[in-house]
Each structure stands twice: as C-alpha cells, then as structure tokens.
T-cell receptor
C-alpha cells in the first residue's frame, strides 16, 4: 500500500502559468480532498470529492479546478498561477460513511509562484 | 461555522516530562469528531489520536491521551514521557456530521497549530 501519493514534491511557477498537482490513492477511499497550508493559518480546504464524478468547493476554491474521473485520482489544476497561491498543498483521503474515519495525507507539494 | 482555536503558538517541554496542548472549538452540532495531527519537519501529517463526541471516555494512544470536555468544548492533548521525536507542529481538528453540500462532515477544520519543542 503506497497510501496517498502526491507529485511533484516541489514546483516553481511564474505568474500566469498553469499546472496540475497530481494525487493518487490506492486504498479505495471514496472521499478525497485538497488542502493548502500557509504559515499561521493551519490547513484550509480547497475542494473535495465524495466519489467519481462528484466534486464540491471548500473554503478557498478560487483559482483552482478539480475533477474526479476515477476513484483513485484527484488532480488539482491551477489555471493561472498567482503569487497568493504560493503554499504547501496536501491531498488527503478517507473512507466515506464510516464513523470517525481519519484523513490520510500525502506528503505535500511545496509550490512557489514568482 | 465551526472554528478551532489553539491558544498556544509555541510550547516547550523537557525530555521525559509531560506537556499538555490546549484546543477549544465552537460548534452548534451535538455529534462530531475531534482529531490531533502531528507535523514533524518532514512535513508529513500524522494522526496522533481521535475522539468521538458521543463517547465520554477520553481516548488514549500509548503516551498520548486527551482530556475531552464536551460542555466546555475543550479537547486538550497530553503527551507523557516526552521524547525528542515528539518535537513537531501539532494541529487540533474538528469534523462534524452534516452531510449537505459543503457540510461539516466533508471538511476537517484545523486550528493554527502549536509548535512543540522537546529539550534534551
């Protein structure tokens, strides 16, 4: 079991560029999500999905798109990168519908937008 | 909306001693889940302990235990016999049981974290 795998680990973008952060899990988890972590802010939810074909917005969705075509994959797209999107991004998954199931996190992607 | 507050940005403890990290939360829900996560310098997010609100018994995991006070909306983490490997950022987090679009079950609300230093 690899768990939750995120790629890349580090990325530097110029303002206006687009890119996709990849996330894959091999635990057959229905629920997947993306968080961003900024200093002094904790982690904030960007988007989430409760199954293939179903996505919804979190707290800070602007500037990001997601899709969920398979149970395993949940990519996060930055359409036109801005310096405000400099952050550490975490993908996380869990079993849906099970009481108290914890989130399993990937190792994060550190993104810098210049 | 739910909020989670960790009032101690930084704490320090001597190796082998005990330390308690504070967490309070605000919610109108009666059933929910609470978590503590640890983030060492490696950046990995590691689950430390979890608690279900309807269970009155405090959760324990080896050297880690919680003091869950539902009426006070308090969820503190106690680390006994602190070890150098316990040094990390600790996050308290809340998840509710609302299943509507954007509902509290679909979001883990985090506090801002407490940075724990362990002194040898």
């Amino acid at each position: 079991n690899a768990g939750v795998t995120q790629t890349p680990k580090f990325q530097v973008l110029k303002t206006g560029q687009s890119m996709t952060l990849q996330c894959a899990q091999d635990m057959n988890h229905e629920y997947m999500s993306w968080y961003r972590q900024d200093p002094g802010m904790g982690l904030r939810l960007i988007h989430y999905s409760v199954g293939a074909g179903i996505t919804d917005q979190g707290e800070v969705p602007n500037g990001y798109n997601v899709s969920r075509s398979t149970t395993e994959d949940f990519p996060l797209r930055l359409l036109s990168a801005a310096p405000s999107q400099t952050s550490v991004y975490f993908c996380a998954s869990r079993i849906a519908g099970q009481r108290n199931s914890p989130l399993h996190f990937g190792n994060g992607t550190r993104l810098t937008v210049t | 909306a739910q909020t989670v507050t960790q009032s101690q940005p930084e704490m320090s403890v001597q190796e082998a001693e005990t330390v308690t990290l504070s967490c309070t939360y605000d919610t109108s829900e009666s059933d929910y889940y609470l978590f503590w996560y640890k983030q060492p310098p490696s950046r990995q997010m590691i689950l430390v302990i979890r608690q279900e609100a309807y269970k009155q018994q405090n959760a324990t995991e080896n050297r880690f235990s919680v003091n869950f006070q539902k009426a006070a909306k308090s969820f503190s983490l106690k680390i006994s016999d602190s070890q150098l490997g316990d040094a990390a950022m600790y996050f308290c987090a809340y998840r509710g049981r609302r299943y509507d679009s954007g509902g509290s079950n679909y979001k883990l609300t985090f506090g801002k974290g407490t940075l724990l230093t362990v002194n040898p």
